[in-house]
């Protein structure tokens, strides 16, 4: 089984090729991304109309690099798969109206795949991982805890009230004058910094349901930055340091709560895992503090390879292939791209019949 892959859900324009064996394995023959980073930088964040311009303008040539790296045609795929959402819409349009026509021209089966289930079916390509599992996704856009029961079959057990973890990340570094996007810049001014100056509330923590909330992190950040003005480096390190370290505090507490309600939901399991995807899964010490943690519980932590963990059309591809191999039917071509597609609401409308 082999499928190619597209995603624009966002502000990352990727085409993929991926394999599936009769065994499950996956392998990847190819997987192009293009970053518009450099596009949005100036605007401290993604500019939706800009980011449908630009998938425009590039995915039909890189989904012909992508066949191209992969060494195969369009004849020797076997599906196609494009996220049809959640995402900006006009982004998402641009690759499902793209995905639909190859697949119709080329007489493929073609299926809509919800960019969270991409993310969350990830680590059986890379790690063969059985269900059920847990998943946290911490992504610019999302910030969830998803039980992965099998294909198709996901229930969030928690969710950001308010921001993403990763827009704290950027909107953080933004207050402090730091360039976008914040993650990275953070994380590396709080290598330098003193995380014990200064201590930031732990939003949520010890409140027994599962959900996240950033935006009161945020808020502190912003009122402790006022105080300080003129702000100076040792300053925004020491914040810098500080913020992350109420964000990993804050982690340990909402993801030990799932590992519990896991363990109590599935006591047969014998090896359970966590995964981690979205940007934010780059983060060192917070994924080191996932690790030690999983560790402590007797889980297995898995994080796939960066590339993977952010957006990409190789877990678009896979996902497509897991359906397909699984004999799930074809979606139709009528289907229409939607910008909020919870986990757990399975079907896309057809266009025209109403949202
Ligand atoms: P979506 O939510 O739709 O998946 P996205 O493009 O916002 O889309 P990703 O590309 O997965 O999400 O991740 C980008 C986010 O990850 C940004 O918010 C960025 O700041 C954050 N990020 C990247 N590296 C780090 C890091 N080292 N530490 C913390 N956050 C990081
Ligand atoms: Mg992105
Ligand atoms: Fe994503």
């Given at each position: 089984m082999r499928v190619l892959g597209i995603e624009t859900s966002c502000d990352e324009t990727a085409a993929a090729i991926v394999e599936r064996d009769d065994q499950g394995h996956g392998r990847i023959l190819s997987n192009v991304v293009l970053s518009q980073i450099a596009d949005h930088a100036p605007y401290g964040g993604v500019v939706p109309e800009i980011a449908a311009r630009a998938h425009v303008e590039v995915l039909d040539r890189l989904i012909g690099q992508a066949l191209q790296e992969a060494h195969?045609?369009?004849?020797?795929?076997d599906a196609v798969a494009a996220t049809?959402?959640?995402?900006l819409v006009g982004g998402l349009i641009v690759g499902l109206m793209t995905g639909k026509a190859i697949a119709m021209a080329a007489q493929k089966p073609f299926y809509a795949i919800n960019h969270l289930e991409g993310h969350a079916l990830t680590p059986r390509l890379t790690d063969r991982i059985d269900f059920p599992y847990l998943l946290l996704l911490v992504s610019g856009g999302h910030t969830q805890m998803v039980l992965v029961k099998g294909l198709g079959d996901y229930e969030r057990l928690g969710t950001t009230i308010d921001d993403a973890l990763g827009e704290a990340f950027d909107k953080t570094a933004k207050l402090l004058g730091l360039?976008?996007?914040?993650g990275p810049e953070v994380e590396k001014a709080a290598v330098l910094g003193?995380?014990?100056?200064f201590t930031l509330p732990r939003p949520?923590?010890?409140?027994?349901?599962?959900d996240f909330s950033f935006s009161g992190l945020k808020t502190a950040v912003r009122q402790l930055a006022t105080t300080l003005e003129p702000l100076s480096q040792t300053d925004i390190n020491d914040i810098c340091a500080a913020f992350q370290t109420a964000v990993a505090d804050t982690l340990d507490d909402r993801v030990s709560r799932s590992l519990r309600r896991f363990r109590q939901s599935?006591?047969?399991?014998e090896e359970p895992a966590l995964v981690v995807a979205g940007?934010?899964?780059?983060?060192k010490v917070l994924r080191d503090g996932l690790q030690e943690l999983c560790s402590e519980n007797g889980f297995r932590f898995v994080a796939p390879p960066l590339a993977l963990c952010t957006d990409n059309a190789a877990m678009i591809a896979w996902a497509g292939a897991e359906r397909a191999s699984d004999q799930a039917p074809a979606d139709s071509l009528d289907i229409a791209p939607r910008s909020r597609w919870p986990l757990d609401m399975q079907s896309t409308p057809l266009i025209g019949a109403g949202r």
């Open positions: 195969i045609t369009l004849d020797d795929v049809a959402g959640p995402g360039p976008y996007p914040g003193d995380p014990d100056r949520l923590k010890g409140e027994e349901r599962l599935f006591p047969d399991v940007g934010v899964a780059a983060n």
